[in-house]
């Protein structure tokens, strides 16, 4: 495995951990009372996402480029399948430290009233201090709270379902587009450019059904029309989703990248 494979793999990593860890800012939110404010913060972990995406692309595009002049890019279905594995191990990574960054970002959220500056409470967060108080806030899942698994009462399973799709959707677009260039390397660039077209499809989903359900039910907690209890076990079941979503993309990929083939050497 080439050095700019490992490279994206962990970019991917990073970007899915993000990924993940964003469903439990609405938490922080509906326990600090100040959402605006956990959204705000939380755009510093989303810029790091931002940018391991832009680089994540032009890394893969190369490595494509190159196994074309070798006569090798068959062989990168191996690679593209790791680097889908990466997404669903920083998902259970991601769900895994929720309780931790739950704590962390609620610290965070409150300190920011102090500093009222995000470079101030970035050096607050690294400095002697801050440390001491990220080693107290490290946890690990409750029982009572993976238990939770086990009641479907109340549970936006039409919700729960279209996340699947749309994350597995969003997690294969990109790579089936570049893994379609290489079964069709005479329309690449084309394949390539595919890839919002896959992508926004996820991204309607998400803006008109999932993001609009979670907003709504934050909202009811913050009156009082939604226990924090139904609300937190919604957030597990919808992470969960994310996970098997990323897993789904394995089974996506194949076939999404040879549609998105014929659909090149269509246009």
């Not at 990073?14 to 404010?37: D, N, P």
């Not at 006569?71 to 920083?90: C, Q, V, Y």
């Not at 890839?195 to 989903?205: E, H, K, S, V």
Request: glycine share 6%.
């Amino acid at each position: 495995m080439s050095t700019q494979i490992v490279i994206v793999l962990i970019l991917t990593f990073i970007i899915s951990i993000v990924g993940t860890l964003a469903y439990s800012v609405r938490v922080v939110g509906v326990k600090t009372g100040r959402i605006a404010v956990a959204f705000a913060i939380f755009n510093v972990f989303a810029l790091i996402s931002r940018t391991a995406n832009t680089i994540q692309g032009p890394l893969l595009a190369k490595t494509i480029e190159k196994s074309i002049k070798a006569g090798t890019s068959g062989d990168l279905l191996f690679a593209f399948r790791w680097i889908l594995l990466s997404a669903t191990l920083a998902s259970i990574a991601g769900a895994l430290l929720i309780p931790t960054f739950i704590k962390v970002f609620s610290t965070a959220v409150e300190k920011f009233s102090i500093y009222r500056s995000i470079p101030k409470l970035l050096f607050h967060g690294f400095s002697k201090a801050g440390v001491e108080q990220f080693k107290h806030s490290i946890s690990v899942p409750k029982r009572e709270n993976i238990s939770q698994l086990k009641s479907l009462k109340r549970i936006p399973k039409k919700i729960i379902l279209l996340n699947i799709i749309a994350t597995s959707i969003s997690t294969v677009g990109v790579v089936a587009a570049l893994y379609a260039g290489c079964l069709n390397p005479d329309f690449r660039s084309t394949c390539s450019n595919l890839a919002p077209a896959i992508n926004g499809f996820a991204t309607i989903l998400l803006f008109i059904f999932i993001d609009p359900f979670i907003s709504m039910m934050t909202d009811d907690v913050i009156k009082g029309q939604v226990s924090e209890l139904e609300f937190n076990r919604c957030i597990i079941f919808i992470v969960c989703s994310l996970i098997i979503g990323t897993m789904a993309a394995q089974l996506l990929l194949v076939p999404a990248a040879r549609i998105i083939a014929t659909i090149a050497s269509m246009i």
